[in-house]
């Protein structure tokens, strides 16, 4: 299953509402996670099943979508939320992620 | 607080083999609905899946490169291990490993990664 992440580059300013689109080449329920990566550290669960909060994650953040299209939004974009956020498919073999969303100043 | 660790070659020879380990640290390896992950991102680039092993040691793996990887574990020692035979430049990534969370049999997430290693494929 391929995963189009739409905008590849996104620039934004603090205090904005950002929301980012994962397309997949089919359906996949709601088994879709979303993950933040900063430059040299490993991805950070942010959201699973489309729409749950992981634990500790600020709630600025948010899921929706079911089938083959998602969205990740950010209410209020802060400074450290400037990273590369990451789809990923775990409802077919193999595992899938997105190409990325940069979201830079 | 469930940690992670990859360990081992930085640099590794044109068809030569990859091997990495990752140590689980602050829960056992053998408790849980958990498959334990290798993932990769070479540099500049998006993340792939390679494979995950259970605890009772079922695998499944990435068809991309299932003819040349073998993922293994050791719950004695709390580690699991990654196997990549006949590495060329493409091999050249980040390998991070990673808890898989399941819930019943259906995969939810990846919740706990390693920081990543760079192993590099050069003669």
């Known amino acids: 299953i391929q995963l189009t992440q739409s905008p590849s580059f996104l620039s934004a300013s603090v205090g904005d509402r950002v929301t980012i689109t994962c397309r997949a080449s089919?359906?996949?329920?709601?088994?879709l996670a979303w993950y933040q990566q900063k430059p040299g550290k490993a991805p950070k669960l942010l959201i699973y099943?489309?729409?749950t909060l992981q634990s500790g994650v600020p709630s600025r953040f948010s899921g929706s979508g079911s089938g083959t299209e998602f969205t990740l939004t950010i209410s209020s974009l802060q400074p450290e939320d400037f990273a590369t956020y990451y789809c990923?498919?775990?409802?077919?073999?193999?595992?899938?992620f997105g190409g990325g969303t940069k979201v830079e100043i | 607080q469930v940690q992670l660790q990859e360990s081992g070659p930085g640099l590794v020879k044109p068809s030569q083999t990859l091997s990495l380990t990752c140590t689980v640290s602050?829960?056992?390896?053998?408790?849980?609905?958990?498959?334990w992950s290798w993932i990769r991102q070479p540099p500049g680039k998006g993340l792939e899946w390679i494979g995950y092993?259970?605890?009772?040691?079922?695998?499944y793996y990435n068809p991309s490169l299932k003819s040349r990887v073998t993922v293994s574990i050791d719950t004695s020692r709390n580690q699991f291990f990654l196997r990549v035979t006949s590495v060329t430049v493409a091999d050249t990534a980040v390998y991070f490993c990673?808890?898989?969370?399941?819930?019943?049999?259906?995969?939810?997430?990846?919740?706990?990664w390693g920081p990543g290693i760079l192993v590099t494929v050069s003669s």
């Open positions: 990673a808890r898989a969370l399941f819930r019943g049999y259906q995969l939810l997430n990846f919740d706990y």
């Open positions: 990923q498919q775990v409802n077919n073999y193999p595992l899938t």
């Open positions: 092993i259970s605890r009772s040691g079922s695998a």
């Open positions: 602050g829960d056992s390896i053998s408790s849980g609905d958990y498959y």
């Open positions: 099943s489309a729409f």
């Open positions: 089919q359906g996949i329920r709601s088994y």
